[in-house]
DNA sequence: CGCTGCGTTGAGCTTCTTCAACGATCGTGG
DNA sequence: CCACGATCGTTGAAGAAGCTCAACGCAGCG
């Protein structure tokens, strides 16, 4: 039923006509998946790709000793797993509900014709694509340039942004999810914010952040000091 | 003269018809650069995207402190910087020419024209910036999860298959550039050479690699052995 | 011939992880 | 409604991995 009505609000499906939009409704598939339930594997056949209705899903990698490295995590209204339908068949990373979600699915065969007929959606996809080359880039550099605190300090600043740049604000995934978002594990994770709260950089209460001395983090950010 | 000749090989332009290729002629700039010039830095205004005809560009980042991460290398036939093409308006990194280099300028403008008129443009496009997504998540998987050890067996198998899966090859870029693409250091890429090298893993002569032990060279990538 | 850039080696140190124990919180079933 | 278990987060001590700094060899090139 509001299927189109989803759509219609869509980045991805900006500009499009009725008949498109309804042309795409209707290779459209709706999925429900709990807390914790895998969407699929890394090297899964990628028989299409998904956008978040509701909840949110992390895509991640695991290394041979288990830990995990979360690539992006998506909340409603963002498409994700678009590779596959574009270059190689096989899902190159695993994707998993963090909450409880729901999904809709497009099948790679039926988007692909819809997107040869349909330059504005293309125009839409690349965009999408392009933005999350963007962000890939900022996430090796962060991992690979940045010590811990500085990834942290970052994380806390685009946090801070997304809520209005405002000062307070709560932690939008728990603790040991954002270690494995910024590359590290939670012990490190704990201890980083415990030195930032000691030097009343940020007030830290369970998920509660305070951000004390916002130049104290940028420059943390840049690399600029050490805690 | 040649520009069509050019672009007629090419991946991004497969499928194109006599007339479409003509009209992308139209629009390309030759450029030439010397070894070691800047092709754009990080935070230039994007006005199009480029494409080597003749020697290697690398595309990377600059930490607060000077040390450099290679995000990636671009060799003939490969086009680059795409991104500002599509999503933002700025070069989210540096390039700049490892040799030597002849390459093909795109403008923004006409481009963004040429691929809306061209369904099959738009598809070839899709298929490179995913193409790079996978690379990217390989490169976000291997900083991440792998100890450097297991990064340098990883590349040096790449570089075998590249080569047609033979066991002797030689390294196709300066050991200090290695380095900065494995995200780390000179002196500590030479002290795992030197390890590999005493256990027999792989036999190394200045530039030149023997694959001694292909098995174990595999464990090392799969992170299943340490050194 | 000497300079310059690249690569190697050593010693010491910083950062981060590992392992272990413990505390807090939350949801659930009794 | 309480108690329990599970999950999450915190803290300490020890160790590993990689980085910094410094010195030096070597090759290529002017």
């Given at each position: 039923m509001e299927v189109r009505q989803h759509l219609s609000q869509l980045d991805l499906f900006k500009g499009l006509t009725a008949e498109q939009l309804e042309a795409i409704t209707g290779t459209v598939t709706e999925k429900d998946y709990r807390k914790g339930e895998l969407i699929f594997a890394e090297?899964?056949?990628?028989?299409g790709f998904y956008l978040v209705i509701r909840g949110r899903v992390k895509v991640y990698k695991l290394s041979a000793e288990g830990k995990e490295q979360i690539m992006h995590i998506f909340g409603p209204r963002m498409p994700f797993a678009e590779v596959p339908v574009f270059?190689?068949?096989?899902?190159p990373a695993n994707a998993e509900a963090m909450e409880s979600s729901r999904l809709f699915f497009f099948p790679k065969k039926s988007f692909i014709t819809l997107i040869q007929e349909n330059p504005l959606l293309a125009m839409n996809m690349l965009a999408s694509l392009s933005q999350r080359l963007k962000q890939f880039s900022n996430l090796i550099e962060t991992l690979s340039l940045k010590e811990v605190p500085g990834r942290l300090a970052s994380y806390l600043l685009y946090l801070s942004d997304k809520n209005g740049s405002i000062d307070e604000f709560k932690l939008d995934i728990a603790k040991s999810q954002l270690a494995s978002l910024l590359g590290t594990i939670p012990e490190t994770l704990s201890r980083i914010f415990a030195k930032m709260g000691a030097r009343e950089i940020v007030s830290i209460k369970g998920p509660e952040i305070t951000i004390l001395d916002r130049e104290g983090l940028e420059d943390l950010a840049e690399g600029n000091t050490k805690l």
């Open positions: 090297g899964d056949e990628g028989v270059a190689g068949s096989r899902y």
